[in-house]
C-alpha cells in the first residue's frame, strides 16, 4: 500500500486548500484513514480521521467545522477540504491509513504518505 499527498501550498489567513492523498497497492485490510499534521518544531498530531467503509468523519477540536474528511472509494483518494485557514494550521500534513482502534495515535497506522507543506501567512 501506498499514499500519495497532494494540494498544498502557501495561502493567506481565511484561505481555503483541499489536499488529496491517493491510495495504490493492496489495501492490507486498512479500514481506517487520516490526516495528521506536524507543525514546525513540533510532534505530529492527529487532525481528522474516516472510516473508509462507513466514511464517518472524525475531528481533532483545533479543526471542527473549518476542516472537512471525505472520501471517494472509487478513485481510491481522500480528501481535506481546509477552510478558513489560520497561521497556526501551518505545518506538514500526512494522511495515513490503518486498522481502526485509537483513531488518533500515531501507532494505529502503518502506512504513511510523504507529507505536504502547508503554510498560512498571517
Known amino acids: 500500500l501506498q499514499l500519495g499527498e497532494s494540494g498544498g501550498g502557501l495561502v493567506q489567513a481565511e484561505d481555503s486548500l483541499r489536499l488529496s492523498c491517493t491510495i495504490t497497492?493492496?489495501?492490507?485490510?486498512?479500514?481506517?484513514m487520516a490526516w495528521f499534521r506536524q507543525p514546525p518544531g513540533k510532534e505530529r498530531e492527529y487532525v481528522a480521521a474516516i472510516s473508509w467503509g462507513s466514511g464517518s468523519p472524525y475531528y481533532t477540536n483545533a479543526v471542527k467545522g473549518r476542516f472537512t474528511i471525505s472520501r471517494d472509494n472509487a478513485k481510491n483518494t481522500m480528501y481535506l477540504q481546509m477552510n478558513r485557514l489560520k497561521p497556526e494550521d501551518t505545518a506538514i500534513y500526512y494522511c495515513a491509513a490503518g486498522r481502526w482502534g485509537y483513531i488518533d495515535k500515531l501507532d494505529s497506522y502503518n502506512y504513511w504518505g510523504q507529507g505536504t507543506q502547508v503554510t498560512v501567512s498571517s
Open positions: 497497492g493492496h489495501t492490507d485490510g486498512s479500514d481506517v
